[in-house]
């Protein structure tokens, strides 16, 4: 089935500096990805959705430029999280639809991001 | 306003069965998703319905009513390690995923 690979697992970094999470289909072109933080004991939140080759459309309240998205190519796309501070300490996952499969939505590992 | 509805929480013993509800009223309807997502990691896809009805996959059934926007997953022969949270997520008229906060499943001895 359809894989996505995710990196890094985990990251720890010191507030204010940036941190890049990469998202790559690794068997499939993902025209298409999505990026969403989950806080302990809570659901998934949808952050935006990635379109290759185009801006990423945001949900409300999610800011564009702390969360900077690049889908330069069908296979990969990345979340910047610009100025970290600690509470956006979260665990982010991607996701891609497989367009080959009714199930589609297969999952990247996560990333466990701790600001310090 | 879009709203998945799910159990917080729910206790089972091993060998036992467990159905985990899900209510769902959304702007639109292209399938239902239920997933499994342990401590830490991402989900994993367990099932999908489009159609009314029940699925069985081997110890994990879903079942689906789009009139009464109603479905559950039961889990039969539980084991330890089902112990995990189960996230009904419905897919609306955009093709956007909405999320329900996850069902806790804990499973003693």
């Known amino acids: 089935g359809a894989v996505v690979s995710q990196h890094p697992s985990w990251v720890i970094c010191k507030s204010g500096t940036s941190v890049k999470i990469e998202c790559r289909s690794l068997?499939?072109?993902?025209?298409?990805m999505f990026w969403y933080r989950q806080f302990p004991k809570q659901s998934l939140m949808l952050m935006a959705t990635?379109?290759?080759?185009?801006?990423?459309?945001?949900e409300q309240g999610v800011e564009k430029d702390k969360f900077l998205i690049n889908h330069a190519s069908l296979t990969l796309s990345t979340l910047t999280v610009t100025s970290a501070h600690p509470e956006d300490s979260s665990f982010y996952i991607c996701?891609?639809?497989?367009?080959?499969?009714?199930?589609?939505?297969?999952f990247g590992s996560g990333t466990r991001l701790t600001v310090v | 306003g879009q709203n998945i509805d799910q159990p917080t929480e729910m206790t089972a013993t091993e060998g036992a069965i467990v159905q985990i509800n899900c209510t769902y009223q959304?702007?639109?309807?292209?399938?239902l998703f239920w997933y499994q997502q342990h401590a830490g990691e991402a989900p994993t896809f367990l099932s999908y319905?489009?159609l009314d009805g029940l699925e069985e996959k081997g110890r994990f059934s879903s079942f689906l009513s789009r009139s009464k926007g109603y479905s559950y997953l039961l889990l039969k022969e539980l084991q330890m390690k089902d112990s995990a949270s189960y996230l009904c997520?419905?897919?609306?008229?955009?093709?956007?995923?909405?999320w329900g906060a996850g069902t806790k499943l804990i499973i003693k001895p």
């Open positions: 959304t702007s639109g309807f292209n399938g």
């Open positions: 319905n489009v």
């Open positions: 068997d499939f072109q993902a025209t298409t």
């Open positions: 997520a419905v897919m609306d008229s955009n093709y956007q995923l909405i």
């Open positions: 990635s379109n290759e080759g185009s801006k990423a459309t945001y």
């Open positions: 996701s891609a639809r497989d367009p080959n499969s009714n199930y589609g939505y297969t």
